[in-house]
């Protein structure tokens, strides 16, 4: 396997392979599945799910809004930030993103509470209102992947059944939560929730933007130039 010329496409691009050949084969069963209750569908999904997500926000998005990090894919070519750029402006409604999939729920600014236990049931009632579902499509494009991206990186994930209610076996939605910060503390939540077909779907559409954009045009024209 060769060194990606670009992490944030290469690997986008290297994990929706994965994805696409070895998800049936995780469907289908592993040797020692009974070990984990089942076969690894979500878990195998959530670990394909997080560099695609986590990558080009932290390595194109990240620094084109002036927010520090370690790693700045832009200077491969001057307007490689463009299309980013163009929808990630804080105004352009999540729904309109050219990647967007399935049936999305999100509220925001909800009381803090520890993720690691099962989520407040006044919490998975209002993922599953209508009123939830408007939020999430009108919430700006970069605020709902910032999101996603927190909720992958610090583990904000929970399995919920096919009702939106908590599950303790296989998931069929999956709820994100990530942390509002104010001086450095937590002060409330953001949480949405989605079918995992749907996130899937989603995943696949994301991936496939990042890798026909004008990202991947312009680092096409310089692939030489390592990140």
């Given at each position: 396997?060769?060194?990606?010329?670009?992490?944030?496409?290469?690997?986008?691009?290297?994990?929706?392979?994965?994805?696409?050949?070895?998800?049936?084969?995780?469907?289908?069963?592993?040797?020692?599945?009974?070990?984990?209750?089942?076969?690894?569908?979500?878990?195998?999904?959530?670990?394909?799910?997080?560099?695609?997500?986590?990558?080009?926000?932290?390595?194109?998005?990240?620094?084109?809004?002036?927010?520090?990090?370690?790693?700045?894919?832009?200077?491969?070519?001057?307007?490689?930030?463009?299309?980013?750029?163009?929808?990630?402006?804080?105004?352009?409604?999540?729904?309109?993103?050219?990647?967007?999939?399935?049936?999305?729920?999100?509220?925001?600014?909800?009381?803090?509470?520890?993720i690691a236990s099962d989520w407040p049931a006044d919490l998975l009632k209002s993922l599953g209102s209508a009123p939830?579902?408007?939020?999430?499509?009108?919430?700006?494009?970069?605020?709902?992947?910032?999101?996603?991206?927190?909720?992958?990186?610090?583990?904000?994930?929970?399995?919920?059944?096919?009702?939106?209610?908590?599950?303790?076996?296989?998931?069929?939605?999956?709820?994100?939560?990530?942390?509002?910060?104010?001086?450095?503390k937590i002060i409330g939540l953001h949480a949405s929730r989605i079918s995992e077909n749907d996130f899937i779907a989603?995943?696949?559409?994301?991936?496939?933007?990042?890798?026909?954009?004008?990202?991947?045009?312009?680092?096409?024209?310089?692939?030489?130039?390592?990140?």
């Amino acid at each position: 396997m060769g060194r990606p010329a670009h992490y944030s496409r290469d690997l986008t691009a290297r994990c929706l392979s994965l994805l696409s050949h070895l998800l049936p084969v995780v469907e289908k069963g592993l040797p020692d599945d009974d070990k984990f209750g089942g076969a690894l569908t979500t878990t195998f999904v959530l670990a394909m799910a997080t560099p695609v997500i986590a990558l080009p926000i932290e390595r194109i998005y990240k620094p084109s809004a002036g927010i520090n990090g370690l790693g700045d894919d832009r200077f491969l070519n001057d307007n490689l930030s463009d299309d980013i750029g163009k929808l990630f402006n804080g105004k352009t409604k999540f729904s309109d993103a050219p990647f967007f999939k399935g049936d999305w729920r999100f509220v925001r600014n909800v009381a803090p509470f520890n993720i690691a236990s099962d989520w407040p049931a006044d919490l998975l009632k209002s993922l599953g209102s209508a009123p939830s579902a408007k939020v999430a499509n009108d919430v700006p494009i970069s605020g709902m992947m910032i999101h996603l991206r927190n909720s992958l990186a610090h583990g904000g994930v929970t399995y919920l059944d096919d009702e939106g209610g908590q599950s303790n076996g296989k998931a069929s939605m999956l709820g994100f939560v990530s942390a509002k910060m104010k001086d450095h503390k937590i002060i409330g939540l953001h949480a949405s929730r989605i079918s995992e077909n749907d996130f899937i779907a989603f995943i696949v559409s994301w991936s496939e933007w990042i890798a026909q954009s004008g990202l991947a045009k312009a680092l096409n024209e310089h692939r030489d130039l390592a990140a």
